[in-house]
């Protein structure tokens, strides 16, 4: 997990970017409490211990889980919680997302104004704005197997298209605090592109959308712990997650047995 510090950035896209939507005004969000985002998509090793059964197209335990819904994974979220007394595992909102994704950067993605595939699992034969074409893997790769971005986030960019909590909707025509979406929609967030899709899609700003009980070979998540009200400083919740969940796992087999 990475402590994401609270902050404000520009959420969106500006007018001359390239390959820009028309969902993607660009507004001021300030995010008035700090989070723990997970410096990788969940993995199918974890998925696999949560869930008993791994769905996945491309195989792997340290490969991204996909094919899995957004009511998928709000019913491994709740299980992961039940099991671990004190955690508070959710989805990133879609401000959350970007503002991680971003790590301080304007450009269209958090590696500058163009990605190769050696720091993006895309479609590269399909380039952004019409540069070098170059590798199409056709699959998933391992979590952290590329560079991370500023804020020591790995694959924010392609790889998997990561749900977010929100359902999908307009932005506001100006600032906005703590935005948690729209209180209905017909689709919930995803964001970040795929191994599958071309640039354009893998930019920082890009929004997609899906029916939340879809599933796809494409469509994994990443998950947040916190925040909590008036946190300035980070709190251990996020330190040694993963090992607080493994020995939680390790319990409840040992009582099983």
Same mark, same amino acid.
């Given at each position: ?121 895309? %479609? /590269?034969? &399909? ?9 199409? $893997?056709? *699959?998933?790769?391992?979590? =952290? ?70 599933? %796809? /070979?494409? &469509? ?9 009200? $008036?946190? *300035?400083?980070?709190?251990? =919740? ?20």
């Amino acid at each position: 997990m990475r402590w994401i510090w609270p902050g404000r950035f520009l959420m969106g896209s500006p007018e001359n970017e390239h390959g820009r939507e028309d969902d993607e005004f660009q507004h001021e969000v300030i995010l008035t409490r700090g989070f723990w985002l997970a410096e990788t998509a969940c993995t199918q090793s974890l998925w696999q211990a949560v869930m008993g059964k791994n769905p996945s197209e491309f195989k792997g335990e340290q490969r991204p889980v996909e094919e899995v819904s957004w009511d998928d994974v709000q019913d491994f979220i709740k299980r992961l919680n039940d099991a671990v007394p004190g955690l508070t595992a959710r989805l990133p909102t879609e401000a959350e997302w970007e503002y991680a994704c971003r790590a301080g950067t304007i450009t269209p993605f958090s590696f500058g104004e163009d990605i190769t595939p050696e720091q993006v699992n895309y %479609d /590269g034969k &399909y380039p952004y704005h019409g540069n070098k074409k170059g590798l199409d $893997r056709s *699959e998933t790769v391992e979590v =952290a197997s590329l560079p991370a971005n500023p804020w020591g986030l790995y694959e924010m960019h392609g790889n998997v298209w990561e749900w977010c909590q929100d359902w999908y909707g307009g932005y506001p025509q100006g600032s906005i605090i703590d935005p948690t979406g729209s209180e209905t929609g017909e689709g919930r967030v995803l964001r970040g592109g795929s191994w599958f899709h071309n640039g354009r899609y893998v930019r920082s700003a890009y929004r997609n959308l899906f029916d939340p009980g879809y599933r %796809d /070979g494409f &469509y994994g998540f990443r998950l947040a712990l916190g925040p909590e009200l $008036r946190q *300035e400083e980070p709190v251990k =919740a996020g330190q040694g997650w993963l090992d607080r969940v493994r020995s939680a796992w390790r319990a409840r087999e040992t009582r099983a047995s």
